[in-house]
């Protein structure tokens, strides 16, 4: 094992719960089954099987499992760790960085080898790091708050009208202070949630038309249509992916 990385498997046979904490070490985190929730710096994640994010040192975090999760936890020292982004960063992880990992795991400190695979690692991951952005949470109370809430039970059916009602503001003041909280449209926000709170739910073994009832759609075509445009697949291959 080296220095500057240091692997443990985390598996579980049903949940992984763990509440805002911070690390000493940055840590690399590979999703080989499941669903994790990851919410940290203001954003929330869903990261599915097959998704690796990095969490620098120092920084709160939560994180929640959907389903059977199985990952792989590698921590990393202060020096590598200054080599990658300074935030929370998402990427498919490829199969270099994969086997880079893996075969780090098996140096002693010292060993020519390691030196070219950090710099496979570091490469891999400035190269995947623009992959997928997390959605950021208001950091107004009141429109934190209700965002928290839509997150929790996302419809489809829901309005900016609704939204601005439920937080006391103007369709036009609660359009102008989300969109510049959020870095998007409502719509486009309310969209990324209902993608967010689907991925969870079928990862926990939920069908896809449930899936889509449960978020308003009076179309299951419609649903799939859009969840295959923001996450690149259906939501049937999606679950079948993260249960493999």
């Not at 098996?106 to 570091?122: H, R, T």
């Not at 790091?129 to 934190?144: K, V, Y």
């Not at 059916?157 to 503001?169: C, L, R, S």
């Amino acid at each position: 094992m080296t220095d500057a990385c240091h692997n443990r498997l985390v598996e579980s046979d049903r949940r992984h719960s763990a509440a805002m904490h911070t690390h000493d070490q940055g840590q690399l985190t590979y999703i080989e089954r499941g669903v994790l929730s990851l919410e940290a710096d203001g954003g929330i994640w869903a990261i599915p099987a097959g998704r690796l994010h990095w969490i620098p040192a120092g920084l709160p975090h939560a994180s929640r499992s959907h389903g059977e999760v199985r990952f792989w936890l590698t921590l990393v020292a202060d020096d590598f760790a200054r080599r990658l982004p300074d935030r929370i960063t998402v990427l498919e992880a490829s199969p270099l960085l994969l086997t880079a990992l893996e075969r780090l795991r098996g140096l002693e400190p010292g060993d020519p080898l390691v030196g070219p695979l950090l710099d496979v690692v570091a490469h891999e991951i400035e190269a995947g790091a623009g992959d997928e952005a997390g959605m950021r949470l208001p950091g107004n109370p009141r429109m934190r708050d209700w965002a928290l809430s839509f997150l929790a039970a996302p419809s489809v059916k829901t309005g900016i009208d609704a939204a601005a009602a439920a937080v006391a503001m103007s369709r036009r003041s609660f359009t102008r202070h989300f969109e510049r909280e959020v870095g998007m449209t409502f719509a486009a926000w309310k969209r990324a949630a209902i993608v967010h709170r689907a991925a969870t739910r079928l990862a926990d073994g939920m069908g896809v038309g449930d899936v889509a009832i449960e978020a308003g759609y009076e179309s299951v075509s419609a649903f799939v249509a859009m969840f295959r445009a923001a996450r690149g697949l259906p939501p049937g291959a999606f679950r079948r992916r993260a249960e493999a």
